[in-house]
């Protein structure tokens, strides 16, 4: 299971990647700017789709080995997009869209904001926990955990039943800014966080671990 883990997490360290912008030459009297990278930077629609279809497809692969069983979330026949995208994000998107995973409102070339995160999140857990339940029978490990954090969305929000999905089934971890800010624009170096959650929640899942249980 820790190759399992590994391989889940390698796919996350291309957010770490991202050419670092150059420092600006300091003053004379005062402190050089701290450099910034990316990976504290606002994700655009597809540069999250281009991470988290890298991230489903090596998931599913990890899955697959590790539980002996085919774990593929994807539909089959030829994926058709309906708008005009760039040609280097158009695999990443046609994963996504295979999986049902696309957002409504697909925020694209536009900062992405949190919870379209999260209802993409929701939509490819729950195929994701439908599909291992196909294979393995119903799940023998954690289902529900009792810290629940607070949702900063009106009830009425169309994403609100997607984060509760995520906050009820522990698929995201409760201190995610993803409950607490959830229209502020997802930065680099959040997602990984949230797609090594839905890792290691799909594991726990499936995997009888009492000590988990609280």
Not at 39 to 63: H, K, S
Request: with cysteine; charged share 20%.
């Amino acid at each position: 299971m820790q190759n399992l883990l590994r391989l889940a997490g390698a796919c996350l360290l291309i957010a770490t990647l991202w050419a670092q912008a150059p420092q600006r030459a300091p003053h004379f009297h005062t402190a050089p700017p701290k450099p910034t990278s990316a990976y504290d930077e606002p994700l655009t629609g597809y540069e999250v789709a281009l991470l988290t279809a890298d991230f489903i497809v090596n998931l599913e692969r990890g899955l697959s080995e590790a539980f002996q069983a085919p774990i593929s979330t994807a539909s089959a026949g030829a994926i058709q997009l309906e708008a005009r995208h760039p040609a280097w994000v158009q695999p990443a998107l046609r994963e996504l869209k295979a999986r049902g995973a696309i957002p409504p409102k697909f925020s694209a070339d536009k900062p992405m904001p949190r919870y379209q995160v999260g209802q993409m999140l929701a939509q490819y857990a729950q195929r994701l926990d439908a599909r291992m339940r196909e294979q393995l029978g119903a799940p023998q490990g954690v289902l529900r955990f009792r810290t629940q954090p607070k949702i900063q969305l009106s009830q009425r929000h169309p994403a609100y039943a997607s984060l509760r999905y995520l906050a009820q089934g522990g698929w995201v971890n409760a201190g995610s800014p993803l409950y607490r800010e959830p229209t502020k624009p997802i930065r680099g170096k959040e997602l990984p966080d949230m797609l090594r959650d839905i890792a290691q929640r799909i594991l726990e899942r499936y995997r009888d671990e009492p000590h988990l249980r609280d």
